[in-house]
């Protein structure tokens, strides 16, 4: 069998340049860009999060550029972020949880200092508010890279208050929140219009980012751009000819079919077309950022990480016969469905198509950032994360770092009630401040849906991490709920939020599977 010219020329050009893209030059600060993505669950990309759970990915969407960096990078089966995409972006700002910074939740503080005593004064506690801003003592990414001589972008997204110039940034959109990535009004439900060519200005975010890195390429300067997108925030927008790509879709019609709608009178929030759109969308913006970054010739000495502020439940993936939601709860949740996400790292030394185990959590990424700056992340004070360089060079987790505990909390109400959880390698503990007599524990090994309690099975365990949480708290001043003398149980039960609070609130031994939910069956 003969093998032609030209076929040998692009294996050759393709070995060339997936050896480029994973050996960096000597002496030289690489490059570091963030893609933020709002409201993105574990399981809402193609790329199977776990290869052994069909159901921690979404067949239907196509999104062949986050393939892609999983093909060049490193895959994190157990990432963890925020339950809520405020608190989120503060702990990757400033490498610190959110019970130390004290930035739980991005709600009014009605002026006080430290109980929220107004908001909900007949419920079973009273919750804290929330520091409104990032501390002003606190170092912050681009603070700590520009001695290392980065100049530094945020574009998108910021929605932690403040002025990011204050924070470091050279490049920003200001104090921008949700609102600016809604380019259509809240009316506007049936169809998309015709003339939408940028949809949750995924369009223009990314046509800024371009520009900024061409320049500090051109200048041959280190950066640190992160690309907070809009996208995949509910205010469902895309291409109005990528929505009917997904409209002829047979799930997409068979969705239609079941709710009674058509593609001229679904709802655009219900619509499911919209929503694979966006994401479709998205990946393609994302694309052409990393083609630039080939383009530039900077591919070999360029960081990409990609992940999401926070958990989210993704109702498509039901569109998908057989397969249900890996994950228990959602967003504002600290169960695994608020606060597990997609994670990608492609750069220098990392193995094309390696997947990590270990947990690794949003206040990692400053520590890693400064040690692939060149930097000493030992040297950055009152931070929680650590780098993970290392480990993405192939380094080994020790059992310490295995078995760290990660802290979440979120001592607050809304469509939730005020809770906190550690994880600890296999073992996550959840406390819910309303019910302290009722004890959570749950072996995510075998248990991913924290379907079974076995608290009551292990309460040496269950002791030893309250104790170490708590701990915690007192250590770095986190906030935390006191009981409510003026408790009124029938106006709670009234509340509009009663029956999901129920629902998804604490249970002792086994809960019941919601009907989108499947036990688990993953070892």
Known sequence: MTISRNILQGCLFALLAHTSLHAAPKDSKPNIVLFFIDDWAWNGSPVAMNDSMPNSRMPVLQMPNVERLAREGMKFTNAYASPQCSPSRVCLQTGQSSPRNGFTVFMNDRGQDYYDEKGYPDFPVIPCVSDMTIDPKAVTIPEALKPLGYASAHIGKWHMRGNPGDEGYLLHDGDT?????????????????????????????????????????????????QISHYAMHEGRECLPATREKYVKHPLVQAYY???????????????????????????????????????????NNTYVI???????????????????????????????????????????????????????VNYDFLPTFVDWAGGDPGQLKDIDGVSLAGYLNGKSPTDAFLKRNLYFHYPHYRTTMPHSAVVSGD?????????????????????????????????????RLFDEMMHYFKQVNARLPKKNPNYDSEKYKAAKEYEKRKAWGPFQARRSLGEDEELPTQK
């Not at 397969?323 to 606060?339: D, N, R």
């Not at 073992?427 to 248990?447: A, G, I, Q, T």
């Open 427 to 463: 073992l996550k503990l959840l406390h819910f401040y309303e019910r302290p007599d009722l004890p959570m524990l749950f072996d995510l090994s075998v248990d991913r849906g924290e379907v079974e309690n076995i608290a009551s099975k292990r309460p040496d365990d269950h002791k």
């Open 177 to 225: 929140s949700n609102k600016p990535g809604n380019t259509l009004p809240p009316g506007a439900n049936q169809r998309l219009p015709d003339h939408l060519t940028d949809p949750k200005l995924m369009f223009s975010v990314t046509e800024k980012a371009l520009g900024f890195m061409s320049e500090q390429a051109k200048a041959k300067k280190p950066f640190y751009l």
């Open 257 to 299: 079919r079941k709710t009674g709608k058509t593609a001229d009178t679904v709802k655009r929030k219900d619509d499911p077309a919209i929503w694979l759109g966006m994401g479709e969308d998205l990946d393609g913006r994302i694309g052409a950022v990393l083609d630039r970054i080939q383009e530039l010739g900077i591919a």
């Open 306 to 360: 990609l992940v999401s502020d926070n958990g989210y439940r993704h109702k498509e993936l039901e569109l998908t016969k057989g397969l249900k939601q890996p994950h228990h709860a959602s967003k504002w949740w600290v169960w695994q469905g608020g606060i597990r996400v997609p994670m990608i790292v492609r750069g220098p030394g990392i193995k094309a198509g390696s997947v990590f185990n270990g947990n690794v």
